[in-house]
């Protein structure tokens, strides 16, 4: 009897000294994630003096993302003789110049993405990898410094494909106004004065004309992160079927010297591009679409893959 209670005192002990042991390493944890933060807050401080330095800042990373499949004999598919393919490249890179009285920013954003389904049961298919996303963007500011955090500015920026359509259409606009810097990775620009040339071979469906540009992008490294989003608007003053809006977003999460996971994501609108599409996919005997006949559906991309940055 005396055995069975000198047990069940031990097992109280022992249960009671884990406990202790337990509380103490979630308040020890706990003491630890406190100065994780703090030593965080002392790194961005650094940071933002670092960036804050004159000279050029430049960097980029870039993402990769791919996917084969086949089948033979997989009954299962409506084609059960067929190989699929899926490749993307994203790329990122800026170069950006700060000094006393000026400023100068430069940005690429290229995200290419081809695809291929092949039906080996049909001979007529098309088996090669075709365009699937097509983004090239290009941006120069330049701002003469009135403060700290404003800047009288000129911007110049230019979009297009370069798979299937090079600069067909291709977008350059040009403006003048006022760039905010509230942070050192933040550039908001406002420019009331700003001209969109728009180059295409439809001259019935695109159109250039004057307008107000808007510009809002956010860069920012932090250890092993890369973050970059970027939103440009051109609101037209002679249409609002002239103004396009799109919003890029790339992620790199380094795991190893430079290579890691990488997601990017892309938001447009653009009426012009949507009944340029509508008129090239018209069936015969339909009415010809009009701004006004379209479905201007949002345009989406996205990209998960190997990330590289360096």
Known sequence: MKKIVLAIVAMLAM??????????????????????AAIQKRVDAIQGKIDAIPGWKKGAFGTIGASLSGFNNWYAKGAPNSSAGNI?????AFANLNQPKYFWRNSLNINLGWVKI?????????????????????????????????????????????????????????????????????????????????????????????????????????????FKTNLSMFQSYKSADYSNWTWTNSFGYTLWKGIGLGFEFGLRNN????????????????????????????????????????
């Open 271 to 310: 009426r012009q591009e949507a009944l340029s599409y509508a008129i090239d996919n018209l069936d015969v005997g339909d009415p010809t679409p009009t701004f006004d006949s379209i479905d201007n559906d949002l345009q989406t991309y996205w990209l998960f893959g190997l990330n590289y940055s360096f």
């Open 88 to 92: 993307g490249v994203t790329a990122n």
């Open 118 to 226: 092949d039906d080996k049961d049909i001979d007529t298919d098309d088996d090669s990898f075709r365009s699937a996303t097509d983004v090239f963007t290009i941006t120069s500011l330049y701002g003469q410094k009135l403060s700290d955090k404003f800047a009288i500015s000129t911007l110049g920026e230019y979009r297009t494909t370069i798979i299937d359509n090079f600069n067909d259409p291709g977008y350059l606009d040009v403006g003048v106004g006022a760039t905010w810097t509230p942070i050192a990775d933040l550039v908001v620009v406002i420019h009331p004065l700003n001209y969109n040339f728009v180059f295409s071979n439809e001259d019935t469906v695109f159109e250039s004309s004057l307008g107000a540009k808007i510009v809002a992008d956010y860069t920012r490294k932090l250890g092993k992160v890369n």
């Open 15 to 36: 249960n009671i000294t884990v406990a202790q042991s337990l509380e103490e390493l979630k308040a020890e944890k706990a003491i630890k994630k406190d100065s994780i």
